[in-house]
């Protein structure tokens, strides 16, 4: 094994114990309003349609949603397994189908992208303002000696100019390889010659909490450290700040960019052309250079945004709050709602800059009717309070998504409640960098959902939930999440590194993928997910999962947010020990000390999901580390709670959290 994160650990049961256990019962139904339903893009039809044919399906979805130079005619190729071909002999171009086509059928002036700056600055591009630009920026990279098949490091703010670098990268056929802005020089080095980049786009700075922050000097030290294969870096000004400058490699955007002709063909690249390089959050270990290639992953982009979200292209405002940096920004900001011709807002700050209610008042502004977020900062805002939303016209909204992480259930019913209106769906995706594309999910016309469940795999995908033997378990049981078929946006592999692809993914069961994560199956056979498999927890024998407990602790109305990890125990081999946000107003109106907080929970705990799962230790935090994509790293706290040296933290938000922890716990209680 060259790598630990998706690979069963010594902490997991012993060979032959059948799965997690089942321990958290969620009763809460909510089905789709007729209304929703009978105006749905995704009917149960689908299903079927998928089901009697799964690849026959697919091939229907490419011709149907992509636009292809050269039409194909073989769908999948799996004769390489685990290497698959989708689409193989069919050609195309990425950014014409995200852009160019639209403008072509008469959809120019229809926005794309509706920019909000952090400072309150905007712009609108419409498509065919999106057309001239990525066609501008095509041409100055191939000045800069960037052809087909080169790669080139992205490093900048979430401002249009990165979605226009990615798009001209499409274009050209150059994989990009999007580093988040947040990540230190050594982070962007390590991407940066993992990928052999050619070229590195940034910015001077981007903004964040109300001041510039810059990202310019990082690249000027990741190539300090020697990365022979950049000749250029292409310099966006954005806040003005200064920047040192080497003569004859850096190149000011407004320089090359600006003045470059808006006139250029797309590159046609076969449909198994690299797309993108893309490394995961990190959040179990050492991050892990996923490509995905252009056909297949297109195809499902498309498919799921289309449905997954209902989108109606000439009516919606989408708006998917992820950075770039990640696969979600990927998928979700530029592939998907470029393809399907969505208009969609960017937001370039934070959250609570310049107050709490920001996000709030941009879908007011906007009339966003579909939003997608990630759970930490959906538990956020629930911290915050919901006075600060209440402030705000949040009717537009039609259908709110969730990813990253499992959604404890009162987050969920939270998130439906204070944000849609008690009205709109909500869609709880689970997929991964390597899946490229939303695979679990409710269809929001459709299904009758569940708060805290990703429920069904979406028509066309493959999932189940399997025992160590790779035998599916039955409704009620828990285990290992799989996908038994091949999809069209399945990762292509590691970048250079095939053998670790095939260890990391296809090693642990024969002929099927391994996700890393570990789901149980409810009566009706929805699939619920329990966290990484690296974090179940072993107690007296009994394999817990992370996010039950988790979701317990956060049903408490103290507890804002909690992560939960298994620590060496000699009497039960694992204890489990609870890391907790409160809630500073509750704790405080029920006037409770330390000592009560602790017991309280701890009782709280064994009524919600039984006496095994109750924490040994509960642990009173003001911040969880967590990566720079907001997911909560256990693995960080499991070192802490085994008072052992925190391991590899460059993907973590702020490194400061682990000392303040640290220094929380050494303190008496
Ligand atoms: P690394 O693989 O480097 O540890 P990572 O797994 O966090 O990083 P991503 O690809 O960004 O990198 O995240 C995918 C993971 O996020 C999934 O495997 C799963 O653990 C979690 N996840 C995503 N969406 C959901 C969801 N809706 N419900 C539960 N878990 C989710
Ligand atoms: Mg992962």
Redesign the pocket.
């Known amino acids: 094994m060259t790598d630990s994160?998706?690979a069963p650990t010594s902490t997991e049961a012993a060979p032959g114990s059948q799965g997690l256990e089942n321990l958290l019962s969620e009763e809460r139904r909510f089905p789709p309003s007729p209304e929703f339903a009978v105006q749905a893009n995704a009917t149960a039809d689908l299903y079927a349609w998928a089901n009697a044919d799964r690849p026959g399906f697919w091939a229907d979805q490419a011709r149907d949603l992509i636009s292809w130079s050269t039409p194909f005619t073989q769908t999948l190729d799996w004769s390489d397994a685990p290497f698959a071909r989708w689409f193989a002999d069919g050609r195309l171009n990425a950014a014409y189908n995200a852009v160019d086509r639209h403008v072509e059928q008469g959809r120019g002036d229809r926005v794309a992208l509706h920019f909000e700056g952090e400072g309150g600055d905007t712009r609108s591009l419409t498509y065919a303002d999106l057309q001239r630009e990525v066609s501008k920026a095509a041409n100055a990279i191939t000045a800069l000696g960037v052809g087909t098949g080169d790669r080139v490091a992205i490093y900048m703010p979430l401002i249009p100019e990165a979605v226009v670098t990615m798009l001209a990268c499409a274009r050209i056929g150059a994989p990009h390889s999007v580093v988040f802005g947040g990540f230190s020089a050594e982070a962007l080095s390590s991407r940066i010659l993992d990928a052999e980049a050619k070229l590195v786009v940034t910015a001077d700075g981007g903004f964040r909490r109300g001041k510039p922050s810059a990202l310019k000097p990082a690249v000027d030290e990741a190539l300090a450290k020697g990365a022979p294969s950049v000749a250029h870096v292409l310099v966006v000004r954005r806040t003005g700040q200064p920047v040192e400058w080497t003569a004859g490699r850096d190149v000011w955007w407004h320089e090359a960019v600006d003045v470059a002709s808006s006139e250029h063909t797309p590159v046609d690249v076969e449909a198994e052309h690299p797309l993108f390089i893309l490394?995961?959050?990190?959040?179990?270990?050492?991050?892990?250079g996923?490509f995905h290639t252009t056909g297949g992953y297109l195809t499902q982009a498309a498919y799921t945004h289309l449905n997954v979200f209902d989108l109606k292209p000439e009516t919606d405002v989408y708006w998917c709050t992820a950075d770039i940096g990640?696969?979600?920004g990927h998928t979700y900001v530029v592939y998907g709602p470029l393809i399907n011709g969505a208009t969609q807002v960017i937001y370039e700050g934070t959250p609570d800059t310049p107050h709490r209610g920001r996000w709030w008042e941009i879908v007011q502004k906007y009339g966003v009717t579909i939003l997608y977020t990630a759970?930490t900062a959906i538990r956020t805002c629930m911290k915050w309070g919901e006075e600060i939303p209440g402030q705000f016209d949040l009717s537009s909204l039609r259908v709110l998504g969730?990813?990253?992480?499992?959604?404890n259930p009162e987050a969920w019913m939270w998130y439906r409640r204070v944000i849609g209106g008690d009205r709109t769906p909500i869609v709880?995706?689970?997929?991964?960098?390597?899946?490229g594309a939303i695979m679990?999910?409710p269809l929001p016309g459709v299904t009758v959902s569940k708060p805290g469940s990703?429920q069904v795999p979406l028509p066309g995908v493959a999932a189940d939930v399997v025992d160590d033997d790779a035998k599916p378990v039955p409704n009620g049981g828990g285990g290992y999440?799989v996908l038994t078929e091949p999809w069209p946006a399945m990762l292509r592999g590691i970048w250079g590194d095939p053998e670790r692809y095939k260890d990391t993914y296809w090693s642990r069961f024969k002929d099927i993928y391994f996700?890393?994560?570990g789901a149980k199956k409810d009566d009706d056979g929805d699939i619920w997910?329990l966290?990484?498999v690296d974090d179940v927890m072993n107690v007296s024998g009994h394999r817990l999962s992370t996010?039950e407990i988790e979701s317990a602790l956060v049903s408490h109305p103290w507890v804002a947010e909690a992560a939960v990890v298994g620590a060496t125990d000699e009497t039960t081999g694992q204890a489990v020990v609870a890391f907790v946000i409160l809630r500073g107003d509750a704790t405080q109106a029920a006037d409770a000390d330390a000592a009560t907080v602790q017991d309280t929970l701890r009782a709280h705990v064994a009524k919600e999901i039984g006496p095994i799962a109750r924490p040994r230790q509960i642990l009173v935090v003001a911040e969880l580390p967590k990566?720079r994509?907001g997911?909560i790293m256990r693995r960080l706290l499991r070192d802490v709670a085994e008072h052992r040296k925190v391991g590899d933290a460059t993907?973590l938000a702020d490194s400061s959290v682990m000392d303040l922890i640290a220094e929380g716990l050494a303190k008496p209680a």
């Open positions: 994160s998706a490394y995961t959050s990190g959040t179990t270990g050492k991050p892990k996923i990640w696969v979600t759970p969730s990813v990253g992480e499992p959604i709880d995706t689970w997929w991964q960098t390597e899946t679990i999910s990703a999440l996700a890393g994560d997910l966290g990484r996010t990566t994509s997911k993907t």
